[in-house]
């Protein structure tokens, strides 16, 4: 089947207009074809039929040559006046019998809708008529107005429905065509960059559009698989470059040990101590930036998962820390718990970070974790009863490499935990909240249960 071409806007609105002409004639030309079978069928009369009825009647009351008074006065009007010229017998009264006297006064003088006939007596008889359809059904005749007021408003109606019908039959043709447009703008919008964008509307203005957001849609692709494969590269070099560094940091730390348990004299033992101290920070720091490129590498491999396995390791990562304080760990989940998908290694440090912090931020007390689950969602709750969160750090905690204040921080804390927490909730399509209880703090890790990756590539 051969392909339709696109035609322009211009020439797509000149045929919506000619069609409705067409039809629209089309109906009208009906409709006088429609008037003339009513007349032929003797369903209505023809408009002059009125003058031909009283005409009829003044040849036969001038053959009779007096008014006989038998006269069907239905497609006509009479009146008879006497020798003296006073009304006697009318089928109008009132002020239509006044009007039509009006307007024809005088006998000698040749009327378009009234004429006089003279009777040998002086008597004389006025009739009158009006150019009009009517109905030869007597009760169509009083129910209804004249046959044409009548068939004008019927046509008149089919044309008005038309009208409307046929706007909603076009509306409904380019709302069609629109929505191509408004799906491809949201299809962008949603990041499915994935999917070709159709570009054959019929229309050629809007195949244009379509094919301008294609090519948007070709162009921020590209752009995006560009800038995550920069990104991972510079994930992997920093990744490199930190295990490099380890290896010198480790020397240095090493040989300042040994220094160290040689017998120095106090300013050369201060000298080493500080290399040792800076050196051990320089460690964490590289250790930090390490799990932040390890973290970013491999976040995007996602596979169905267990709760109940993620629970188990938890519980045994956090076992030792909370016996360590003397904690107690209270876990609390519904049973059974249905398979999410996700990555293994996100989840399991974004819940070992919170599970951490919990234990960290207690001195005594109970850490509380707890998994909720609905069809669409799962929930990773974490409460402790520590000194919680200050309002600063509610807005800022989960920002990469930001320290809060002394009262949830560490020596070793550098800023990353709940920001990696967070990342991992995002790519889960979930959110990290952060939020205080009555006694110390909540934190809550929700994740969609069917997690599609964010990944600009399309691996899953």
Known sequence: MAKRKPISLTNYVTRILLA????????????????QLLIQFNLITPANAGETAARAEIDRLRQAGSFTGELNSQLYEYVYFDQEGQVQESSLTGNALKQAIERHPAEDVTYATGAYVSFPDGSRCLFTWRYTAYFTNEILQRLLPSAEVTYLSSVGLVLLLFLVFYTRSISKKLRQKLVLVEAASQQIAQQN??????????????????????????????SLLKQWETQQQRTQEIAALTHDIKTPLTVINGNAELLLEDPLDTETKQLVQAIHNSGTKAQHYVSTLQQVANFDLISYEKEPLAVDSLIREL???????????????????????QKITGSAFML?????????????????????????????????????????????????????????DKSRTGDNNYGIGLALAKKAAQQHNGQLVLENTENGARVTLAIKNNASSNDPTGRS
Request: glycine content about 4%.
């Open 20 to 35: 409705a002409f067409a039809i629209i004639f089309l109906i009208l030309l009906m409709a006088l074809v429609g008037f």
């Open 193 to 222: 960059l994935e999917t070709p964008i159709p570009t054959t509307a019929g229309i050629r203005e809007f195949n244009q559009v379509l094919h301008s957001m294609e090519n948007l849609r070709e162009a921020l692709k590209t």
């Open 315 to 337: 519980v045994a990562a956090l076992s030792p820390l909370a016996k360590a304080k003397n904690i107690q760990l209270s876990y609390n989940y519904d049973q059974p718990l």
């Open 348 to 404: 399991s440090r974004a819940l070992n970070t919170l599970g951490e912090n919990a234990i960290r931020y207690t001195d005594t007390g109970t850490v509380t974790i707890q998994v909720k689950q609905t069809d669409n969602e799962t929930h990773f709750c974490f409460e402790d009863q520590g000194p919680g969160f200050t309002s600063e750090a509610l807005q800022h905690a989960t920002e990469m490499f930001w320290q809060q």
